[in-house]
């Protein structure tokens, strides 16, 4: 099952590799032209009433107009290594994590980026970061690396974990010293101190895990493979799973800011919303972007999607169900 699963990720990941190499119109390259909807955007955040997205051959976008227009503020033409994932350290400095262990540094709100980290002799891909403070920072991918940073992503260091190599996809914390961490083959890992040390929780579920969220007090949501959801209440010491009715894989994921709703996001453009009593709200589809990678909610209360085929500006009236 083991070696099932480590094949079943390796081949994802080259169907990935293989659309983020293939050909695009040259106009792509030019801001000015820049159609977001050609390229494969793999995750995006909210910095300063600013949204940045990053995706595939190390495009990174930013829009000041809450997605209406998008400008392109890196592309790494000479070795386009696909990003994975982007986060926010403080109103000005994000990181943006990728193939090849690549980290990159943004020190002004996504306008500019300096390069951190690179290994291009291993390939190994980068899955995310995380940092509660945003000087203290997690990075965590494939084949079970992670890597500490405490000064604010400048530099890293490889951390063990008790684990067997297995691939780390998500990484949430609340407020507090409590961190939990989810990857394949219902990998989960937590910490209540801070990250300085990690337990491995008893698996409650058997295939891999794509995303885990932090709502509020001590309740969390992990999701992952044909549709499991799990809710716990008590931080992770007891999961019970929600019905949402669909199989499609999940991938994504935004929280509310007061921690009450969540949507999550996956193939086919699906989209669910749960409250913090871990209840389904409501399930439904959104067509145009393919498989649905992220997602952010905008003060407004709409939400802005990234995928396979692109962005997608605000999902009017999908958030209606948590009123």
């Not at 943006?96 to 980026?113: P, Q, T, Y």
């Not at 980068?126 to 992503?153: E, H, I, M, P, R």
């Not at 199989?247 to 996001?265: C, F, N």
Request: net charge negative.
């Amino acid at each position: 099952m083991y070696r099932l699963i480590s094949y079943s990720f390796c081949l994802m990941v080259a169907a990935l590799v293989l659309f983020a190499f293939s050909p695009r119109d040259d106009n792509e390259a030019d801001g000015e032209h820049f159609n977001v909807r050609r390229i494969q955007f793999n995750d995006l955040v909210t910095v300063d009433g600013r949204l940045v997205a990053v995706g595939e051959r190390g495009t990174i976008v930013v829009s000041e107009n809450n997605g209406q227009a998008w400008k392109v503020t890196h592309r790494d033409t000479e070795v386009p290594v696909t990003l994975t994932d982007i986060s926010v350290l403080s109103d000005k400095v994000l990181l943006a994590v990728g193939h090849d262990s690549v980290i990159l540094r943004s020190e002004d709100g996504g306008l500019s980026w300096a390069l951190i980290m690179r290994d291009a002799e291993t390939g190994e891909p980068l899955l995310g970061t995380w940092s509660a403070d945003g000087q203290n920072v997690f990075a965590y991918g494939s084949f079970g690396k992670f890597l500490v940073s405490s000064d604010a992503g400048k530099t890293f260091a490889a951390q063990e974990l008790d684990i067997f190599g297995e691939h780390l996809s998500a990484m949430a914390g609340d407020a507090g010293d409590v961190r939990i961490m989810v990857g394949e083959m219902g990998l989960v890992m937590r910490s209540l101190d801070a990250g300085t040390s990690w337990e491995k929780l008893d698996p409650f579920y058997k295939g891999s895990l794509f995303g885990v969220a932090y709502m509020h007090g001590t309740r969390w949501v992990a999701y992952g493979m044909r549709g499991h959801v799990f809710f716990s209440e008590d931080n992770g010491e007891h999961w019970t799973q929600v019905n949402i009715g669909s199989e499609l894989p999940l991938y994504g994921h935004a929280v509310s800011p007061d921690g009450k709703h969540m949507v999550i996001v996956g193939t086919a453009g699906i989209l669910v919303s749960l409250n913090d009593q871990g209840q389904l709200l409501d399930t439904s589809n959104v067509s145009g972007l393919g498989t649905l990678t992220s997602a952010v909610i905008l003060p407004s209360g709409n939400i802005v999607a990234a995928g396979q085929r692109g962005l997608m500006q605000s999902l009017h009236g999908h958030v209606t169900a948590w009123n």
